[in-house]
């Protein structure tokens, strides 16, 4: 296999080298002088410029969500034949949980007919091929969805002969018993007769479906509920008039830092990732206890989520996250939230999955300002509780395409989302006043 340096030395990179084997990984390069030096995972942390004057031969794997900038560098220095980036592995690779459950279980899909070959040319179509070969004894063709890939092929076919690379013009679908997709986006290939997921298949796997989520579904058909985010322009007198309304919440993440404040309760609390929370909350439930309803991504692995079933019984349960990144394509939008939700760059998008699923219609946003650091301008932003600025860090596109998503699944399926926040960016929605909701 070949071996690469990873782009990266943030929480991405460093979730990205457990999920692959140790040995391909020579190191990192990161752009922040802090950390340029120390090592991770045993592996040393290097600047760019000495990336080109030791390694320049290596392969690199972009792993950053946000990868824009570093392409271009990329290009102005003739690297493209040898880079990959990590948004086109599973989401998988970017879990905090080990993800051998979902290799084995790529594995076994691994079928044994004669002529093999692999739509999609990745670092993740590479480590497939590596396993067919493993299992097979023969090399599957490779077949590029892109055709700017030529010259990687090429540097590719020059280090690893015995596999056949071709460019999808090239490639005689028909000629082959079985094609493994390992795309994210729809292509021509996908829905033939010999075509085997092995991308968009975490809904196949057994161990991410709760069932218990099942019961769920359109439990409150037909009736309104706020989706309550934690943007600077929430107000406590907002939450005091839905509590007095009696209004079906869902919230999310730090909204428990108003409890002290307001009588209101979410009827839902939601979070994918807790260790983005701070305050020791992994080990303490008290701060979000008072929800009726509690529900955690099962990001957190099996050990925390027996934990929160012995201490909150029936208020707690799980769901699937599936971490898939998109940043050229819009995020799919789950129509069945037992066998999981899917990324968006916010859990607001989690909300609005699970509100779906449960029937609601219309589902009005509070606090969903959508104001800080659109396009990576830098702009700055605060929570509801917060004193002082700060710069945002939310991922700009990701979060776009969510929206975008949520909206085309809603207008496909006569769902009204109404933007009641005060003020904010967020347009993709229609707009209400929320003064006037009640």
Not at 144 to 165: A, V
Request: hydrophobic share 35%; charged share 25%.
């Amino acid at each position: 296999m070949i071996r690469y340096f990873i782009w990266g030395a943030g929480e991405i990179g460093k979730r990205f080298i457990t999920h692959v084997p140790n040995e391909d990984v020579l190191g990192f390069i990161d752009n922040d002088v802090n950390k340029i030096g120390k090592t991770i995972e045993g592996k040393p942390v290097i600047s760019f410029s000495e990336y080109m004057d030791k390694y320049n031969d290596s392969y690199l794997i972009v792993c950053v969500f946000l990868y824009e900038k570093i392409l271009e560098i990329i290009r102005e220095n003739n690297l493209e034949d040898r880079t990959f980036v990590c948004t086109d592995f599973p989401g998988e690779w970017f879990d905090i949980q080990d993800n051998g459950e979902f290799i084995e279980f790529i594995k076994g899909k691994i079928k044994r007919e004669e002529k093999q070959a692999i739509y999609g040319f990745s670092l993740y179509s590479l480590y497939l091929a590596e396993w067919i070969y493993s299992e097979t004894g023969k090399p599957p063709v490779l077949i590029s969805d892109n055709e700017s890939h030529k010259t990687k092929i090429l540097r590719f076919h020059n280090k690893y002969p015995e596999y056949t690379l071709l460019t999808e013009k090239e490639a005689n679908p028909g000629a082959y018993d079985v094609i493994y997709n390992t795309c994210k986006k729809k292509n021509s290939l996908c829905g033939l007769h010999n075509t085997v997921e092995m991308y968009n298949c975490s809904d196949e796997i057994s161990k991410y479906t709760n069932e218990q989520l099942c019961m769920l579904k359109n439990l409150y058909s037909g009736k309104r509920c706020f989706i309550v985010a934690t943007g600077p322009s929430l107000k406590i007198e907002d939450l005091d008039m839905l509590h007095n309304n009696q209004e079906i919440c869902l919230s999310m993440n730090s909204i428990f830092k108003c409890y002290s404040m307001t009588q209101w309760r979410p009827d839902y609390w939601l979070c994918g990732d807790i260790s983005g929370l701070t305050g020791g909350i992994q080990d303490d439930v008290s701060l979000f206890s008072e929800a009726k309803n509690i529900i955690l991504s099962d990001s957190i692995g099996e050990e925390q989520i027996e934990k929160y079933k012995e201490r909150l019984g029936e208020r707690f349960t799980w769901y699937h996250l599936h971490r898939q990144v998109h940043i050229d394509t819009k995020p799919h939008f789950s129509i069945d939230i037992s066998k999981g939700t899917y990324y968006g760059g916010t859990i607001t998008y989690t909300c609005l999955q699970f509100a779906a699923y449960m029937g609601f219609n219309p589902i009005y946003l509070l606090g969903v300002d959508y104001s800080g650091g659109k396009k990576n301008s830098g702009k700055k932003y605060t929570h509801f509780y917060e004193e002082s600025v700060k710069v945002a860090t939310f991922f700009e596109p990701i979060v776009e395409k969510a929206y975008l998503a949520a909206k085309d699944f809603a207008d496909s399926h006569n769902i009204q989302i109404i933007n009641a926040t005060r003020g904010g960016e967020l347009e993709f929605f229609d707009r209400a006043d929320f003064d006037s909701l009640f």
